[in-house]
Nanobody, 119 residues
Framework: QVQLVESGGGLVQPGESLRLSCAAS????????MGWYRQAPGKQRELVAT???????NYADSVKGRFTISRDNAKNTVYLQMNSLKPEDTAVYYCNSHLTNVAGPSSSWGQGTQVTVSS
């Protein structure tokens, strides 16, 4: 059974930093593309960043240059380093694992961690 457990959220002031972590179990972590998504109140869930099993990264335009996604396959963990946080970054942040193989796509979500940016 796949489990993704996020941690590291909290309340920070504009301009500050946070690092989110997502620990995965129940999957062969190194085989999966991992990603971070977020959902603000009243809005749809949106992509923040993804990292392939090969380490290639992709970012939403709104976070480019401020956020960095990384993975540690030895620890089955994906990270999101968030710098220069803005109030509009306030959202619940979700970790996602994704794999497509001959059996079809397989995707799982964590329970989410709240990030609030406010003065």
């Amino acid at each position: 059974q796949v489990q993704l457990v996020e941690s590291g959220g909290g309340l920070v002031q504009p301009g500050e930093s946070l690092r989110l972590s997502c620990a995965a179990s129940g999957i062969i972590f190194s085989m999966y593309q991992m990603g971070w998504y977020r959902q603000a109140p009243g809005k749809q869930r949106e992509l923040v960043a993804t990292i392939t099993r090969g380490g290639s990264t992709n970012y939403a335009d709104s976070v480019k240059g401020r956020f960095t996604i990384s993975r540690d396959n030895a620890k089955n963990t994906v990270y999101l380093q968030m710098n220069s946080l803005k109030p509009e970054d306030t959202a619940v942040y979700y970790c996602n694992s994704h794999l497509t193989n001959v059996a079809g796509p397989s995707s799982s979500w964590g329970q989410g961690t709240q990030v609030t940016v406010s003065s």
